[in-house]
């Protein structure tokens, strides 16, 4: 079975500190998809990353940047100087190497980003 | 840039009613989904649909849900006899199929649905 847990409930920091979200996840699958989402207060879902099981190699985009390791089946995501428009929840999910296959989301972490 | 599109983007229904949700997937995608988040809560897979048929359908999506695809834009979501526990938002999302490449799910605003 496919799982994704997200430990974080909530975290709260002061604008410009470094936060890292946690995700863990479980699949018997040897190839696979991550992926992490943020839902606005507006709702939405913006789509942020997604990284491949061949691929442990860590991603930087602007403030944003992904640890992937495949040994402790863990997708960590942090953000560096965090601003508040970095307020929303952040999901961490999985989904199967297929074309159509569906995502698993985690419960997701609530980001407080306090000024 | 293309997107999907879902309307209404809140409804409001009495519980025992009928509720069609309905999405405009991007043009030339061909594979469909429905999803939904209970407020404060993760997201869930309801569906996929395919070729005018149901690919994969969770626990969630029992005998009250289906879905259609009834002309080559939309996509909806019918809830049958709603109840109080349907209240959520709902998203749809669509992909392309091109080989065995994955494609990304784009997903839609979402439609808050208010069972009273």
């Known amino acids: 079975a496919q799982k994704v847990t997200q430990a974080q409930t909530e975290i709260s920091v002061v604008e410009k500190e470094d936060v890292t979200l946690d995700c863990v996840y479980e699949?018997?699958?040897?190839?696979?998809?991550l992926f992490w989402y943020k839902q606005p207060p507006s709702g939405e879902l913006v789509f942020l990353i997604r990284?491949?099981?061949?691929?442990?190699q860590n991603e930087i985009s602007g403030r944003y940047s992904w640890n992937f390791q495949k040994s402790t089946s863990s997708f960590n995501f942090t953000i560096t100087a965090s601003q508040v428009v970095d307020s929303a929840v952040y999901f961490c999910?999985?989904?199967?190497?297929?074309?159509?296959?569906?995502?698993?989301f985690g419960k997701g972490t609530r980001l407080h980003i306090l000024p | 840039e293309p997107e999907v599109t879902q309307t209404p983007s809140h409804q409001v229904t009495q519980m025992g009613q009928e509720v069609i949700l309905r999405c405009v997937p991007i043009?030339?995608?061909?594979?469909f989904y429905w999803y939904r988040q209970i407020l404060g809560q993760k997201v869930e897979f309801l569906v996929s649909f395919y070729n005018n048929e149901i690919s994969e359908k969770s626990e969630i999506f029992d005998d009250q849900f289906s879905v259609e695809r009834p002309d080559g834009s939309n996509f909806t979501l019918k809830i049958r006899s709603t109840k109080l526990e349907d209240s959520a938002m709902y998203f749809c999302?669509?992909?392309?199929?091109?080989?065995?490449?994955?494609?990304?799910?784009?997903f839609g605003p979402g439609t808050r649905l208010t069972v009273l």
């Open positions: 990284r491949n099981s061949f691929d442990e």
């Open positions: 999910a999985l989904s199967r190497m297929n074309r159509d296959d569906k995502i698993i």
């Open positions: 699949t018997r699958d040897t190839t696979y998809y």
């Open positions: 043009s030339n995608h061909l594979y």
């Open positions: 999302a669509s992909s392309e199929a091109a080989g065995t490449v994955y494609n990304e799910q784009f």
